[in-house]
């Protein structure tokens, strides 16, 4: 199938993320967790290839040059149009990562213009006069602005991506957006014509991004969160770029046990820990401890729980408690003692049986499928907007595995995943 779109997510929740919107059109979707050793026959692709890195907060450097070596890859397997994908509450510094890979894929692109669009409507992220709301509150008003590894402080994307970037920034904002894409290519033009080369778009509703999609479809280059790349595939089936197939993939049925690994401090992730342990059998995790100890007692515990029943080890914690642990051991250690641990028992719990796996935050997710040897995945149903169910093999096994971002879903968010899947 011709490959129209290669997308580069800078973790791997949001590119499971991506590649469940894309799925949505029914056109085959290919997730790749990092950059592919092998070349792909163009005959081979997907209609969509999504690569999945984990560089968000990685070095400027280190991120530059991982997410080139995606753009080459998908290059020379056919694309020609290009997507970069970052989280839709913009999680950056004011060194990067999001502005200097930008510039980089415009470079390699050719692309003299490209949109910055982190809005995702669905789930309560919208862009208005340039300023980014979760919910009803501004970013900086949000839980986001105890973000540990990215906190964010400032509300105005304007602000916030202009120190990434060489090029200037500029806004078209809602009263543009709300004329139509004809309007908003003009205004597009007009900015262009004054050398703003980086354009944040305003977007507060669905209409918006069809609108924002249909003006910058041409563009070489575009950039922003998954839901406006979700507009993409209508437009592609429009023109006659692509069909449907008439058959939609089958997917696997996956038996064994199930469990939750969590990584994540955000606001809803806590209450969908606290929700869940409840229910099940479950531990905490403390990175101090972790530090000084290692998994072993984590680990003995997994193995004196009943090997069918379902269970959650997890790190969430308080902003307070997170800030004392990263006062301990510096906040870059503090995150990696929780990513290394959460990786053994994962890898302790496929070996006592368990084969369906959610796991909730970014890096840890990045990390996991990293340690349970995971290269590609095949997208299933949604358990919540942005949250699908992934399948692939471990050990020569399937496995099912629900990657989801810290702010996804609602409390019930466990619980309701595996009766996704049990009813899928």
Known sequence: MTLLLGCIADDFT???????????????????????????????????????LKCRTSPVETAVEQTGQALEWLRQAGASRFFWKYCSTFDSTAEGNIGPVAEMLMAKTGAAQTIYCPAFPENGRSVFMGHLFVGEQLLSESPMK???????????????????????????????VSKGPTALRAKLAELSDDAIRHVIVDAVCDDDLGTIAAASFDMPLLTGGSAIAGQLPRLYLEQGLATLPRQRQALPKVAGSPIVLSGSCSAMTRRQVASYAGQVASLRLDPVALAEGGTAAACEWLRRQPADAPKLIYATAEPEEVRRAQERL???????????????????????????????????????????GVTHLTIGPEIAPGVPWTFTTAGGEAIALALKSGNFGDETFFTDAFHRLETA
């Open 146 to 176: 105890d973000h540990p590894l990215t906190p964010m402080r400032d509300s105005s994307l304007v602000r916030l991506l202009a120190p990434q970037v060489i090029g200037a920034v500029g806004l078209a904002n809602r009263n543009i």
């Open 14 to 52: 949001g590119a499971t993320d991506l590649a469940a919107l894309l799925a949505r059109s029914g056109l085959p979707v290919s997730l790749r967790i990092g950059v592919p050793r092998e070349k792909r026959a163009r005959s081979e692709t997907s209609a969509f290839e999504v690569i999945a």
């Open 330 to 372: 510096g906040r870059e250690r503090a995150g990696q003692v929780v990513e290394e641990a959460l990786s053994e028992i994962a890898r302790e719990a496929f070996h006592h049986g368990a084969r369906r796996f959610v796991v909730a935050g970014g890096e840890t997710s990045g990390a996991i499928t990293q340690a349970l």
